[in-house]
């Protein structure tokens, strides 16, 4: 969770990162023993004592020439010599077409978060904010170097690839690459349409949530295939949303559900799958922590299955606290008390409570 992934405010529609490393925990980020010149900055801050008595953030010393640490300085060594040992085998593919051959190379990372301090996004199947399109792969960008024509429409035709790519110069684009206006030649042609859709959509939301005046920056490069997880997600949260009434509370500035009581199991079980998906896990908790204080005492024995389940996940939205969900705000999880447990309290109501497993720690 040390890891950064943001969408850059200098190049409109430019994400990192591309591809990602294994990084170490909050909140020093320690993972990989690495030489350091002695004494620098980075071997004294990680390697001198918290304080007395108490080892270092790494547990190296402050003048010994070694720190465990991630992070772009950690990565980018690394990163560099994996495109290195594809220039040995094909030397003379462009920084680019190296670029395209890591991403589409990259271990796919579908659980975790990327640190709360750049917006703590989820990953989740495919490409994302949080891990970009993986771990990297050192071996398989020379393996597909070697036997693959680089230029070739087999390598580069995928969505996913243009989908978060960056290319500075079309200059530098291997012949035969397609841009996603000639992959999603229908969306291309339509797109001052959609737009305009989403525009519409956008208003009646900023004025329903009476949400900051924003806008949509949308292109060609924001869209990619849908995937099968996508099409679930879709499904799951219209079930959500079957005979449910969701609302803004003014007070709280979160989302309320009008109808508590009408939850039934199929809105306990679609919330559930999202949670596990990594999909609408905001909304989900609503609907699972409302069921547990309102609904009907079957409901509730599926809400508190469900929310024990999916503990794990919860507390650790909970624990990011740049990506608070609204139903923390709404409501407040306390305990264990002195009998070992835990209750769901209605901040807007403290006299309403039910209790529910705690989250596993």
């Known amino acids: 969770n040390y890891a950064s992934g943001f969408v850059s405010p200098v190049y409109p529609g430019r994400r990192v990162p591309d591809i990602c490393g294994l990084v170490g925990q909050l ?48 990565a980018a060594p690394q990163v560099a010599g994996a495109c290195a040992l594809v220039k040995q085998v094909k030397s003379d593919l462009s920084p680019a077409a190296i670029k395209q051959l890591l991403q589409q190379a990259a271990i796919d990372v579908s659980n975790g978060f990327s640190h709360p301090s750049s917006g703590g996004a989820a990953a989740r199947d495919g490409p994302d904010l949080a891990t970009g399109y993986g771990l990297v792969d050192s071996y398989r960008p020379v393996i597909l170097s070697r036997h693959e024509e680089i230029n070739s429409y087999k390598i580069f035709r995928s969505s996913r690839l243009l989908n978060l790519n960056h290319v500075q110069s079309v200059s530098e684009i291997p012949v ?148 608070q969900t609204p139903d923390f705000v709404a409501h407040e999880f306390i305990g264990p008390d002195s009998d070992g447990k835990c209750y769901i309290v209605d901040k807007n109501n403290p006299r309403i409570r039910a209790e529910c497993p705690c989250p596993k720690r």
Not at 43 to 64: E, N, W, Y
Not at 289 to 294: D, F, G, R, S
């Open 176 to 323: 035969g690459v397609i841009t996603m206006q000639y992959y999603h030649p229908k969306l291309h042609k339509n797109l001052d349409q959609v737009v305009w859709e989403f525009e519409k959509t956008l208003q009646r939301i900023i004025r329903d949530l009476n949400l900051e005046d924003v806008e949509l920056d949308v292109g060609n490069i924001h869209f990619t295939d849908r995937t099968p997880i996508s099409r679930v997600a879709y499904s799951l949260r219209l079930t959500l949303e079957e005979d449910l009434h969701f609302s803004l509370n003014p007070a709280s500035g979160s989302l309320d559900i009008d109808n508590s009581s009408e939850i039934e199991g199929k809105h306990i079980s679609a919330a559930q799958g999202l949670i596990k998906i990594g999909r609408h896990q905001e909304v989900s908790v609503i609907v699972l922590t409302q069921a547990l204080l309102y609904g009907s005492p079957s409901v509730k024995t599926l809400a508190a299955e469900a929310l024990s389940e999916c503990g794990d996940k919860i507390k650790l939205l909970q624990d990011q606290s740049s990506v």
């Open 27 to 74: 909140p020093y980020g320690c993972y990989i023993m690495l030489p350091v010149s002695p004494g620098s900055v980075i071997d004294q801050d990680l390697g001198t004592p918290i304080r007395d008595g108490t080892p270092s953030k790494d547990g190296t010393q402050s003048s010994d020439g070694w720190a465990a640490f991630s992070g772009t300085s950690a």
